[in-house]
């Protein structure tokens, strides 16, 4: 009897003990568990880091931005920055780092360009094409209100002027030769390719599918609108200017179709309101919305003359294209009225294009700006 | 009393185990949230500290008897106006962020006072005068508190000019002279 109860005993304690060990192995188990997916989690998150997680990151940080602020109630909407910060793109030969535009600054995406100049060339074009559609696409493609009430909360009649985002900037180091810059042909590369992981080209993506051409736009047709930059400090300034900005720029405008109508026949249109403005390759010209506001003005071909300063950087910027969407804006119900004294309504015009990176070419478009610098 | 001991040593190492996950999960969470909260607040002092980051480097840069010029975009805002300030090394009205140095500074106001705080943003320059362009400033506000309550009439708009460059809410273009022993801050806008 004792002999079995000490039997029981052992066994009891050896099931015990097995219980013990197994709890240890449980514990192990459960600290693979836990730990195992936080460390392979801060790994992952390192590797996308690595591989510039960061700039993906950020474009992703202001389109989220923009369209918090065009969706949210204008409560909220009036706390809502735009997160956009400009890139600083410097196209080099390998020596230099664009330091007449772009020394000093931080976070600078240096492209290394090849000796070939046609190879060049089209890296070049790959990158200013890019620039300015990953600029669309991230302010929501000209359809979403940004500023409209963002600015009536804080006081502002969205018809003060242009609101603008700069979304990046590229300047080419003086190291690279005039033959490459001569050899850039933005419009063919906008018509014959395709945007990264898509079916479409980027003339087809900024417009409608149907269209494969460019219009040819006669200065002649703005002839009474014109409003050419006459001011000759311009070219004592920015003799040397290599640089590009890539503007984003919106204005709320209740006659838009008088706006539109002043682009006339001269530029793309879709019958989604969408258009593509392409000046005559060997002049230079920005399109300002001015005031498009309580009375019609017209939109304007600014530029020309006065910049050919660019000497020899002119022939890529004659190639620059705009963009833009004019028509009906996605906003809240509190500004889809138009109100004569505050602005507002969801008419309004959108725009994409490249600048010349100088205060008073963007200061004549832009009454604002926005972002981070 | 082994086992029991042995028990009380699986326990402590499975809690702790446990207490120390936990902790870490916390630290990333709250990690989380405090960038999320930096995307969508400060963003005019991250915009006033990067501005005066590339206006230091832009100064750096410059050899004696060179004169910059470059656009700027500032930080706005139509709350709280910023301005670009400057301080000689001699100027005992400098803020105590420039120690002993010359030194510029992005700041909510045009003051020391403003300088002093943390939305102050000062960078030291190794010269020994600055001169800041002067700026016509226009001030109002309410009139001043005299007590006993009723009405208190707004006081006037009243200009001053200060050495002071004021940004506006698009690009300004900063030129800038550097001397032997000082360094001219000028704009245009």
Redesign the interface.
């Known amino acids: 009897m004792q002999k079995e109860l000490k039997k029981e005993e052992t066994k009891l304690?050896l099931r015990?003990?097995m219980k013990?060990n197994k709890?240890?192995e449980i514990?192990v188990e459960?600290?693979i568990k836990?730990?195992l997916p936080?460390l392979a989690f801060l790994i992952v998150l390192g590797f996308l880091a690595y591989l510039g997680f960061k700039e993906a990151a950020q474009e992703d940080?202001c389109h989220l931005?923009v369209i918090s602020r065009g969706t949210s109630p204008q409560a909220v909407q009036a706390?809502?920055?735009l997160?956009c910060t400009t890139k600083k793109i410097c196209l080099t030969d390998g020596k230099g780092k664009c330091?007449e535009s772009l020394?000093?600054?931080?976070n600078l995406d240096i492209i290394k360009l090849p000796k070939d100049s046609r190879k060049a060339a089209r890296i070049i074009e790959e990158t200013s094409v890019a620039s300015m559609y990953n600029c669309w696409k991230m302010m929501g493609e000209g359809k979403v209100d940004i500023f409209g009430n963002y600015l009536i909360s804080?006081?502002?009649r969205p018809v003060e002027g242009p609101t603008?985002v700069?979304c990046s900037r590229v300047a080419i180091d003086k190291g690279i030769s005039q033959s490459i810059i001569n050899d850039v042909n933005l419009h063919e590369y906008m018509r014959s390719n395709k945007v990264p992981g898509g079916d479409k080209t980027y003339l087809q993506s900024f417009t409608d599918s149907s269209f494969n051409t460019y219009p040819y736009v006669s200065t002649k047709s703005f002839q009474d609108k014109l409003n050419t930059i006459k001011d000759e400090n311009i070219e004592e300034?920015h003799a040397s200017g290599r640089e590009i900005g890539l503007v984003f720029m919106q204005i709320k405008a209740p006659k838009i179709s008088e706006a539109v109508g002043n682009l006339g026949s001269d530029a793309l249109f879709s019958a989604g309101g969408a258009f593509m403005v392409s000046s005559v390759k060997g002049t230079s010209g920005i399109i300002s919305l001015g005031k498009l506001g309580l009375k019609s003005a017209p939109v304007v071909l600014g530029g020309g003359a006065a910049l050919a300063a660019f000497s020899g950087f002119n022939a890529y910027l004659g190639q620059t294209t705009a963009a833009g969407y004019c028509g009906a804006l996605a906003t809240t119900p509190l500004v889809k009225n138009y109100d004569e004294e505050k602005g507002g309504g969801d008419q309004g015009c959108s725009i994409v294009q490249a600048v010349p990176?100088?205060?008073r070419s963007?200061?004549t478009m832009?009454?604002?700006?926005e972002g981070?610098? | 009393m082994q086992?029991y001991n042995?028990?009380i040593r699986?326990g402590l190492?499975?809690d702790t185990?446990?207490l120390v996950?936990a902790i870490?999960?916390i630290l990333?969470l709250l990690f989380a949230v405090y960038q999320l909260y930096k995307?969508?607040?400060e963003?005019d002092s991250?915009?006033a500290k990067?501005?005066i980051?590339?206006?230091?480097?832009?100064i750096?840069?410059l050899e004696e008897g060179q004169t910059g010029?470059f656009?700027?975009?500032g930080p706005?805002n139509?709350?709280r106006k910023w301005y670009l300030v400057g301080w000689g090394k001699e100027n005992t009205e400098r803020p105590d962020k420039c120690y002993f140095d010359s030194c510029i500074c992005i700041c909510d106001g045009y003051l020391k006072e403003s300088c002093q705080g943390r939305n102050g943003f000062c960078r030291k320059v190794d010269v020994k005068n600055i001169n800041v362009e002067k700026t016509l400033i226009f001030n109002s506000g309410p009139g001043p508190n005299v007590g006993g309550g009723g009405n208190v009439p707004a006081r006037p708009e009243q200009r001053e000019e200060v050495s002071a460059i004021e940004f506006p809410?698009?690009?300004?273009?900063l030129q800038i002279k550097k001397n032997k022993d000082s360094l001219e801050i000028g704009y245009?806008?």
Not at chain 2, 53 to 58: L, P, V
């Open positions: 304690k015990e003990g013990i709890r240890g514990e459960q600290t836990f730990v936080v940080i931005t706390e809502i920055p997160k330091d020394a000093g600054e931080e804080r006081g502002l603008c700069i300034v990176y100088d205060f963007i200061n832009c009454a604002n700006i981070i610098p | 086992i042995k028990n699986k190492i499975r185990t446990s996950v870490i999960g990333l995307v969508f607040v963003q991250e915009v990067r501005t980051n590339i206006i230091e480097a832009k750096n840069l010029k656009p700027i975009k706005w139509k709350n809410a698009n690009l300004i273009e245009k806008k």
